[in-house]
């Protein structure tokens, strides 16, 4: 019974998105059998996120990014790489990943793992954070552009970070009124991203694309301002924003409040490193890449034979690196089975759009003053409904480690394991603005899989 469900393949990759797809074409064309598994219903990831097979939803107004995305998504698509959507990836070790699949529990056996998992949004709590009509920037991409839902009529879109602008425009494209984009960075501060910028043509035309759109809409973006707090009866109906300093600390003598019905946030992105952790990868912390990220030599292996990564998972870069990325890591996989030379210039791209990006994202690193927004009562741990007042106190009885924090408070030990929660945790819960996060330990399931999932893994 269990062999049915026990695949075998060269090489697994984890996530379709820009990395995984670069990869698998790649290592297709050296004539390595590939498996992708993904938990999302098609293949693109996050930047080039499509509607699902039938459904039918607003034309929402592309960056020149995406063109690459229709480019790599068709040769993703004619490399046959065996694609398992809705693939939720909950264990591995060493050249074995245990997934769930239409309620199916199976293994993946594999001669060569390529982890590229992406990253998810930063959340930093304020207060009325958790009312509805508030979500992520990233979660309101995946309802306009992955579900082509609209969430509402008139919008604040406030955080920092280069996401900002496709939530912005993904939003007008859907009809919603942006009454204000907020960047909590000041202007000076998003200057030092300007050499990342000039320096990769690619990303100099997307800033020109995005400014055209939000001059288009009348939508001008506010620097050094970010969200205060929403109230609602039931759901978001009023948000109030102000401006920041330099290091984020809000200035509450500037605050104005506006009528909205759905607000979106969103401070930057944390790589997706779980994966890794559990595989026995080493990590180590580099704020402006998004906090802890996989440690990768410069064929991107990690420190576990057999083991590779690419994209958000070595650090925040956007998709031209992950694309960059994936290429390497594919080309260092072939060189290791098929003994051909990974071409210097695969290797030079990769280590070219890694330096732009890490260049543009100095301008964006998270500002610590942000964590004052939140008050005694402000709910810190969504999972557990953990004010940020009992994480205050377990911290001072319990000690100020991740582990002591959440097992004082179980702040983190709900379904999404810290993902929200944790990097902001240990700042608000000790008062010291600039802590940071303890590396965290990779708990199984690393996802939400049903029990029979594991009570039936295959034995690898
Ligand atoms: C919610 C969100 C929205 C974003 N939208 C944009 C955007 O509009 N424009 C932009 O420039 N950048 C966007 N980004 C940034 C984007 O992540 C990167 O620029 C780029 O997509 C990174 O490529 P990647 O291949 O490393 O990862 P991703 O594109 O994130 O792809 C990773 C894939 O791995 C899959 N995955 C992760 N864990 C598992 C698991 N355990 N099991 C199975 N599958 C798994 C995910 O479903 C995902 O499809 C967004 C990021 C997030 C988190």
Request: aromatic share 4%.
């Amino acid at each position: 019974m269990s062999e049915s469900r026990v695949l075998d393949a060269e090489v697994g990759i984890v996530g379709g998105g820009p990395a995984g797809m670069a990869a698998a074409a790649r290592l297709r064309a050296a004539g390595l059998s590939v498996v992708v598994l993904d938990e999302g219903h098609r293949a693109g990831g996050q930047i080039f996120r499509q509607l699902p097979l039938g459904a039918s939803g607003q034309a929402i107004a592309e960056p020149p990014s995406h063109h690459h995305g229709h480019t790599l998504l068709a040769a993703f698509g004619l490399s046959r790489a065996e694609l398992r959507s809705g693939a939720v990836v909950w264990d591995a070790k060493p050249g074995r990943l245990w997934f769930e699949q239409d309620g199916q529990s199976w293994l993946l056996r594999c001669q060569r793992l390529l982890l590229a998992p992406g990253a998810y949004d930063r959340c930093i709590p304020f207060p009325g954070w958790t009312l509805p009509g508030v979500l992520t920037a990233g979660a309101l991409q995946v309802m306009v552009r992955g579900f082509g839902i609209v969430p509402g009529q008139r919008a604040i879109v406030a955080g920092s970070g280069p996401l900002l602008l496709p939530t912005v425009t993904a939003l007008l494209s859907a009809g919603v009124e942006v009454v204000a984009a907020l960047e909590a960075s000041t202007r000076w501060r998003t200057l030092r991203a300007v050499p990342g910028v000039l320096g990769n043509a690619s990303r100099l035309k997307e800033a020109f694309w995005y400014g055209r759109q939000l001059l288009r809409a009348g939508v001008k973006l506010r620097f050094g301002w970010t969200i205060f707090g929403c109230e609602g009866d039931g759901r978001v109906q009023r948000a109030t924003i102000g401006k920041v300093d330099a290091d984020g600390r809000p200035r509450r003598d500037t605050a104005e409040t506006h009528e909205v019905d759905v607000v979106g946030a969103g401070f930057g992105l944390v790589p997706s490193i779980e994966l890794g952790l559990r595989l026995g990868c080493a990590a180590r912390f580099d704020q402006n890449r998004g906090g802890h990220v996989l440690q990768l030599d410069g064929s991107q292996a990690t420190t576990v034979q057999g083991v590779y990564g690419a994209g958000e998972i070595g650090g925040i870069g956007g998709a031209e690196v992950a694309i960059a990325e994936g290429e390497l890591a594919a080309a260092a996989i072939v060189q290791e089975l098929r003994g051909t030379e990974v071409p210097a210039a695969v290797r030079k791209k990769a280590q070219r759009e890694r330096r732009a990006a890490d260049a543009m994202l100095r301008a964006f690193a998270p500002l610590p003053g942000l964590h004052e927004l939140a008050q005694p009562d402000t709910i810190v741990c969504r999972c557990e409904d953990v004010p940020l007042q009992r994480a205050r106190e377990a911290a001072l009885l319990h000690g100020t480690s991740l582990r002591a924090i959440k097992v004082g408070c179980r702040a983190g030990m709900g379904p999404c394991q810290a993902r929200i929660c944790g990097p902001s945790l240990q700042a608000l819960a000790t008062g010291d603005r600039n802590r940071v996060m303890d590396l965290p330990v990779a708990q199984v399931p690393l996802k939400v899989v049903a029990s029979d999932t594991i009570r039936n893994a295959p034995i690898g």
